[in-house]
């Protein structure tokens, strides 16, 4: 991540590896995906990559923006928009450098969701306030970019998600699953990802359980062939 720590600190900016690749991190792991975050708005993260040398991709249309993404030959060093809130208003880029992905947010109090579409996006003031709108607390944890002669090892984690990963515990941001799982019903499915994945112990807590029989999580699930294995241990647990 050396040029992205070069690139934002230039402008006076900072980014974060965020998310599930800082979990992925803190075991070890390589991160299939590597999501980031910046206190730069939209139009200076975009800014920002025009000066580097990268080439943006407009949308071909309103209504499927992306008809055709360049291919891997082409990619060398391209970025685009790839999520909005429903006034049209951007909130992340992907930039891609020989056909690996970076996932740039811009801080929000949104929820992270791609399955969850906010009316307005709005930018937050901390990165306490962006981890509050995250699903669960392994997956609000930041570490900062800021050293570019050497390894980055600060650790942000407002909500004790490193314990709870070293633990084996999956726990809702601010115990506010029940208001994730109403923005995407597949918070279902991830909570059983989780607890298969970094889970110690068989038992999901009866409040998430209750919180799923609740809301019906099945109604959409079917069609989700992403999530058939959590699909079969929900039928079961629920």
Known sequence: ????????RSKKKTIYLAGGSVR??????????YNLVTDATPSETRMILKHAGFK????????????KLPNDTEKSKIFYASRWDKRGKEMEVVAVVNGQPFQIATLSK???????TPDDSKMASSIEEDASNRDFTINAMYIPLTNFSGPNSDLIDPFGGANHLKSGEIKSV?????????????TGFRLVNHFNRFGKGDNIPDNYLKSMRKDN?????????EHTSELQSLRHLV
């Open 110 to 116: 949104s929820p992270k969701s791609k399955n969850f």
């Open 174 to 186: 601010g115990e506010k699953f029940d208001d994730r799982l109403k923005e995407d019903p597949l």
């Open 56 to 67: 943006e991709v407009k949308p071909q249309s309103e209504k499927n923006r992306y008809e």
């Open 24 to 33: 992925d991190h803190l075991i070890g792991k390589t991160p299939k995906n």
């Open 1 to 8: 991540l050396e040029f992205r720590r070069v690139l934002f």
């Open 217 to 225: 999580v099945f109604d959409d699930a079917d069609r989700s062939e």
